[in-house]
């Protein structure tokens, strides 16, 4: 009777925690490394091969290339790299052999759509949006948008090999910055109040990522200029 008691608490028991596991929501990012060990400590190495991902179905996520030797993105379970070919020109290839001493990633199924306000054009603008319109929701999340920019600078970074890191100038070092006008776009980013040096640098809630529809040009974002009109914006649906 005891044995028979006991079991049926234990399967009450398993039965709550797959309950509970069940109510777990599906977006909630992964976060691996730290910038901050990267740009101050110089630690460069991978932490994380994006191979060993498990589910890549609807995945999502962003990083730099281990030993800065370049940028990464996930949209819609397609992994890509950029690297640097010249001032004018970079690589851009579809692949998850890579590895990234920092990166951020979540599965979403299920986005919630909007069209971006008009006067939301700024990444300055963006932020303090996106902090006012997701006061109740989980956090950190990924976040999409898609539409045109009218004018962007992003980067990707090319680190010298062998470079020795203890600030972010010098991981900086080697970095070409490329400028994009009336680009159709789709842009992954990052938003969290509490991984200021972890994910994000130390003076935004942001980290973006910005590939074009002909999937050529890829890297991190640094400014942009949306065009009125054109942009939705895409949050997880909880």
């Keep these: 009777m005891k044995f028979k008691i006991a079991f049926i608490g234990l399967a009450s028991w398993l039965l709550a925690i797959c309950s509970v596991n069940a109510q777990q929501p599906g977006n909630k990012v992964k976060v691996v490394g730290q910038m901050k060990n990267v740009m101050w400590k110089g630690q460069l190495h991978g932490n994380i091969h994006l191979d060993t991902i498990a589910d890549k179905k609807k995945l999502y996520g962003l990083g730099p290339v281990e030993y800065l030797a370049g940028e990464i993105l996930i949209i819609d379970g397609k992994a890509y790299k950029s690297t640097v070919v010249s001032d004018t020109k970079m690589k851009v290839e579809e692949t998850y052999d890579i590895k990234a001493p920092f990166f951020g990633y979540a599965n979403i199924a299920k986005w919630r759509e909007q069209t971006l306000p008009d006067s939301i054009q700024t990444m300055q603008q963006l932020e303090r949006y996106l902090d006012k319109v997701t006061k109740t929701s989980p956090r950190p999340f990924m976040f999409k948008l898609s539409g045109t920019v009218a004018e962007a600078t992003i980067h990707v970074v090319n680190l010298p090999k ?43 809630f942001l980290h973006m ?26 949050l997880p649906a909880e």
């Design 162 to 204: 062998g470079s020795k890191v203890s600030s972010p100038d010098e991981a900086h070092q080697g970095q070409k910055n490329y400028g994009l006008k009336n680009k159709s776009s789709d842009i992954i980013g990052f938003f969290s109040t509490q991984h200021k040096a972890i994910l994000t640098h130390h003076d935004t």
């Design 209 to 234: 990522h910005l590939i074009t529809d002909d999937r050529q040009q890829m890297g991190h974002l640094d400014q942009v200029l949306f065009k009125k009109g054109t942009v939705k914006l895409y």
